[in-house]
């Protein structure tokens, strides 16, 4: 047995069905013998086989788990955990060991404030009230009887890859600085269904979220959301809402900052202006590149990340290679999604998975054949409403230098000759 | 604080947008008083907080879990486990408690023949021989940077709903009698493109695919299907395959009998015809009525089951509820999903839950008044070729009543007055 050689693309990688049609593909298979193949047939490896294919397997689970060889696959911790408060900080999805448009449950990133509360669905009710002509309390129980709605979306933090705004590029794999970031599928009742059995005052122009964790974790934002596309949401991906994510219930509003999702869902206040909790007087402001501070930007900009090959990932010599990624919009659908290898000089449009849903996230894929020279790769990602991602001088040129919010500026994964990938500002 | 009683519906219930316009939801919503609210405006549950809401959280996981409140949310192991040989048998999506269309990869189905095998991937390789013009043998790592697709669908074992083919009814729940079906999005390399790579030999017109578990689980199918849809799966909803679903890869035959998705994938052999191995000779043959035998039929049928009301969940008195269910076939996009509750006298079109994908579990809902008298809930799906579910009787008009498989035949769930619900023949 020996390695082939890897042959030269036969067509524009940039278009996937030549690509197909040439069928050039041959990253690092290995060619055997005929006469071989012929004499162990049934035995890919050798003359034996290996020993999980000789006995018998474990036995059924009530529950599944990851495979034991993956068990370095895992949330990062972001550094700084618990200095504010005990169960305050973030965790991060290894984004660069993932694949398809979906995050397990098991590792959505984690935001919380005060930890994950115990919550015991029979004990936990929602409340709503304020500005409705009848307040209303939910049971868990009550809820599960309602009409429901499911929708992929992506949450995203407001703070995801804010390490890309200090001064100096972090050297840190994809999802250590752009995972607290992740997509599901979600299940549970229309808020619009909710508040229109409260029935809604006419001086209602916001409501307030707030959580049952012990920092009572509260947000504003305008009624307009509840009447679009939020959800009280209940299902993760097929089963009840993980703890992390809000068991048993949390707020889905497609697109918005991430905290605007407001976990452990107890209580939402019809008002005539915003509450001004201290989770939006403290944090979310975005500082101004003029000196002034927007609050209340809850919409997410367009955004795209190429998650493998990418920062610490290595690459084991020249040849083909698929460049892929995830793209996003608070805005919408994502209708395009270009990659470039020599840092923005020229772009190459990916082919986007489908289906392409709005507030989703959408995996791109690129086949790319590396010829052993450095390189710059990067993509850009367009939404339906015509947003571009802004380029590293772009968005810096809107905020101030303090501003770590919403940054969807350009990544730019930098590949050396050696193969080793680094994080670099251009 | 009491219960309010539940409005009688203002519209036509299977028309969700006069559903919707009406406003008529009101499953077990506890109005409160308005001096309640005020005094108590953050406090939905009394004068004080409970426990969980007032002590700092558990810590940050690197894996998510469940909550433990949701423990007994479990796959269930069918009887005779083991009976046959050590680890063989199956276990059971618990679809009466999950919503959505997907499936979380800890409780899809499992269908083993000798257990799970606990397998390292860098001692795994794939073996492509037989009538190619080179054969080939990957390595996981090579596999890995193969271009990628992903793409929804639901494995659905051959013997499913097979209890419901035996003279009397089973009382079991909706899990224990249809839960050898899943749903998830997979990620892997089309199977044509590794083919390709090898070269097909022109008299090649079958493939035989085997697991490298100690069973060596092996399947014969045309040619044809390679071509088409066929992937060799490396991840499932976003990470890695679990074990039990073929860790480090599996073959992806969407539409086709579940065991054709062979798991643990170690060979590929491109064969003139079928390879007629012991998985495929002393079982998945369709026993017909005439007294033939079928063997090699693929393709699963047109099928729904509503998953909720269902058996063994009951119904706390009449008022609103949601009767909601999974359609899916193995010939392409479901178009409709309709419901009965007079057993089939007449029937309402539910709606489905977008986006509806071709070869993959889709979600079906539509509200339902329940007036307190007894019932006889069913569903019955079309797709896009215009297949129709098939009713009780005009199934088994087809097969002999030795036969177990491919039982698509239409569900009935009877609802008693005292809200119990139980599995019927009709």
Redesign the interface.
């Given at each position: 047995?020996k390695t082939r050689k890897l042959p030269a693309p036969a067509g524009d990688p940039s278009d996937?069905r030549n690509?197909?049609k040439h069928?050039i593909?041959?990253?690092?298979?290995?060619?055997?013998?005929?006469a071989?193949?012929?004499a162990h047939?049934?035995d890919?490896?050798g003359k034996d086989?290996?020993a999980?294919?000789?006995?018998?397997?474990?036995?059924?689970?009530?529950?599944?788990?990851?495979?034991?060889?993956?068990e370095k696959?895992?949330?990062a911790?972001t550094p700084g955990?618990g200095a504010i408060?005990?169960?305050t900080?973030?965790?991060r999805t290894p984004l660069q060991?993932?694949?398809?448009?979906?995050?397990?449950?098991?590792?959505?990133f984690?935001r919380?404030h005060?930890?994950?509360?115990?919550?015991?669905?029979a004990?936990?009710?929602?409340?709503i009230?304020?500005l409705v002509k009848?307040?209303?309390?939910?049971?868990e129980?009550?809820l599960l009887?309602?009409?429901?709605?499911?929708r992929t979306a992506f949450v995203e933090c407001a703070g995801n890859s804010g390490a890309n705004t200090l001064p100096a590029a972090p050297q840190a794999n994809c999802g250590a600085i752009h995972g607290l970031l992740s997509?599901s599928?979600?299940?549970g009742v229309?808020l619009?269904?909710?508040l229109?059995?409260a029935g809604v005052e006419p001086g209602a122009k916001w409501f307030l979220a707030?959580g049952?964790?012990?920092a009572?974790m509260s947000r504003s934002m305008l009624l307009d959301k509840a009447y679009d596309d939020a959800i009280v949401a209940?299902?993760q991906?097929?089963?009840?809402i993980?703890?992390?994510?809000g068991?048993?219930m949390r707020l889905l509003v497609p697109g918005y900052q991430g905290n605007l999702n407001v976990k452990w869902l107890?209580?939402l206040?019809l008002t005539e202006g915003p509450t001004h909790t201290k989770d939006e007087t403290s944090k979310y402001s975005m500082l101004m590149r003029d000196g002034k501070a927007r609050q209340f930007m809850f919409e997410l900009g367009v955004k795209s990340v190429i998650t493998r090959p990418s920062g610490g990932l290595g690459m084991p010599g020249a040849?083909?290679?698929?460049i892929?990624g995830l793209a996003w919009s608070g805005a919408g659908r994502i209708v395009k999604a270009e990659v470039s290898i020599d840092g923005g000089t020229s772009w190459r449009e990916a082919v986007l998975?489908a289906?392409v849903?709005s507030k989703a996230l959408t995996?791109f894929?690129l086949?790319w054949q590396w010829n052993g020279s450095p390189a710059m790769l990067q993509s850009r990602a367009t939404d339906e409403k015509g947003n571009v991602q802004p380029a590293r001088a772009e968005w810096t040129a809107q905020y101030s230098a303090a501003n770590r919010y919403h940054n969807n500026m350009i990544q730019t994964w930098a590949v050396k000759a050696d193969g080793s990938i680094s994080n670099v500002y251009l």
């Amino acid at each position: 047995m020996k390695t082939r050689k890897l042959p030269a693309p036969a067509g524009d990688p940039s278009d996937r069905r030549n690509f197909l049609k040439h069928g050039i593909v041959s990253a690092g298979a290995v060619a055997v013998g005929a006469a071989t193949a012929k004499a162990h047939a049934a035995d890919p490896i050798g003359k034996d086989f290996p020993a999980f294919s000789v006995t018998p397997g474990a036995p059924f689970r009530g529950y599944g788990q990851p495979s034991r060889h993956e068990e370095k696959v895992l949330r990062a911790l972001t550094p700084g955990y618990g200095a504010i408060a005990p169960g305050t900080g973030s965790s991060r999805t290894p984004l660069q060991t993932l694949n398809g448009a979906l995050t397990p449950s098991g590792l959505h990133f984690e935001r919380h404030h005060n930890g994950v509360p115990d919550i015991d669905p029979a004990q936990h009710k929602l409340l709503i009230h304020g500005l409705v002509k009848k307040p209303l309390v939910f049971t868990e129980a009550a809820l599960l009887r309602y009409p429901m709605v499911s929708r992929t979306a992506f949450v995203e933090c407001a703070g995801n890859s804010g390490a890309n705004t200090l001064p100096a590029a972090p050297q840190a794999n994809c999802g250590a600085i752009h995972g607290l970031l992740s997509g599901s599928e979600w299940t549970g009742v229309s808020l619009s269904l909710l508040l229109d059995e409260a029935g809604v005052e006419p001086g209602a122009k916001w409501f307030l979220a707030e959580g049952a964790d012990s920092a009572a974790m509260s947000r504003s934002m305008l009624l307009d959301k509840a009447y679009d596309d939020a959800i009280v949401a209940l299902y993760q991906n097929g089963e009840r809402i993980r703890p992390e994510q809000g068991y048993p219930m949390r707020l889905l509003v497609p697109g918005y900052q991430g905290n605007l999702n407001v976990k452990w869902l107890r209580r939402l206040e019809l008002t005539e202006g915003p509450t001004h909790t201290k989770d939006e007087t403290s944090k979310y402001s975005m500082l101004m590149r003029d000196g002034k501070a927007r609050q209340f930007m809850f919409e997410l900009g367009v955004k795209s990340v190429i998650t493998r090959p990418s920062g610490g990932l290595g690459m084991p010599g020249a040849g083909l290679y698929e460049i892929s990624g995830l793209a996003w919009s608070g805005a919408g659908r994502i209708v395009k999604a270009e990659v470039s290898i020599d840092g923005g000089t020229s772009w190459r449009e990916a082919v986007l998975q489908a289906p392409v849903l709005s507030k989703a996230l959408t995996r791109f894929r690129l086949p790319w054949q590396w010829n052993g020279s450095p390189a710059m790769l990067q993509s850009r990602a367009t939404d339906e409403k015509g947003n571009v991602q802004p380029a590293r001088a772009e968005w810096t040129a809107q905020y101030s230098a303090a501003n770590r919010y919403h940054n969807n500026m350009i990544q730019t994964w930098a590949v050396k000759a050696d193969g080793s990938i680094s994080n670099v500002y251009l």
